[in-house]
């Protein structure tokens, strides 16, 4: 089972550079997320999705947008990268909503660094 | 807002000890609590979860107690082995989606 999917692995922009970090789950979830890990602080979420079509904002959303075309994919869109989204990005899915009531899954995550 | 405060690390240990790793919360209602583990250059998974007070969660020999009264849930093995070296991380479920809300996590070095 691939479970769920981020490419790339690994990703080096320079400031002002935009890119789209993919997210792909086979497991049929409604509902999944992006959140960056940085150190010291653990992962914040930045935008989650409750089903196709639906997005909504995280504790910190801005410089990154998202869309929920179809119930497998949920790519993250940096617009203009800069070197505070220097993170490692973490895409999670989870059936019938929220966390709170299945497990969530998580992708490997993609070390992003904006130089 | 609702929130995780646990241990910081790092935390050292020789294999075969006592682990026990703090974590506390704070919330509006009644969140589920769980702890997720990180193994090296891994996503995190799911290591046990607890949805109401008073239930223990449990999986791999790790155990954790959702005490309402100290709003707690930390995290505890009887006896660590090399392979448990992770980061660990303590969250709730807060908000009208029930979003996770995770601690810093705290990386756990076991010593042979």
């Known amino acids: 089972n691939a479970g769920v999917t981020q490419t790339p692995k690994f990703q080096v922009l320079k400031t002002g550079q935009s890119m789209t970090l993919q997210c792909a789950q086979d497991m049929n979830h409604e509902y999944m997320s992006w959140y960056r890990q940085d150190p010291g602080m653990g992962l914040r979420l930045i935008h989650y999705s409750v089903g196709a079509g639906i997005t909504d904002q995280g504790e910190v959303p801005n410089g990154y947008n998202v869309s929920r075309s179809t119930t497998e994919d949920f790519p993250l869109r940096l617009l203009s990268a800069a070197p505070s989204q220097t993170s490692v990005y973490f895409c999670?899915?989870?059936?019938?909503?929220?966390?709170?009531?299945?497990?969530?899954?998580f992708g490997q995550g993609t070390r992003l660094t904006v130089v | 807002g609702d929130s995780v405060t646990q241990m910081e690390g790092p935390v050292t240990l020789s294999e075969e000890a006592f682990l026990t790793i703090n974590c506390t919360y704070t919330?509006?209602?009644?969140?589920?609590l769980f702890w997720y583990v990180q193994y090296p250059g891994e996503g995190l998974q799911l290591l046990l979860k607890?949805?109401?007070?008073?239930d223990k969660g449990s999986n791999k020999g790790f155990e954790a107690t959702y005490r309402k009264e100290t709003t707690s849930f930390h995290l505890e093995k009887g006896s660590v082995q090399v392979s448990d070296s992770a980061v660990y991380f303590c969250?709730?479920?807060?908000?009208?989606?029930?979003?996770?809300?995770f601690g810093k996590g705290t990386k756990l070095s076991v010593k042979p």
């Open positions: 969250a709730l479920s807060g908000g009208s989606q029930g979003n996770l809300i």
């Open positions: 919330a509006t209602g009644y969140p589920s």
């Open positions: 999670a899915s989870s059936y019938s909503g929220a966390p709170a009531r299945t497990e969530a899954f």
């Open positions: 607890a949805t109401k007070a008073d």
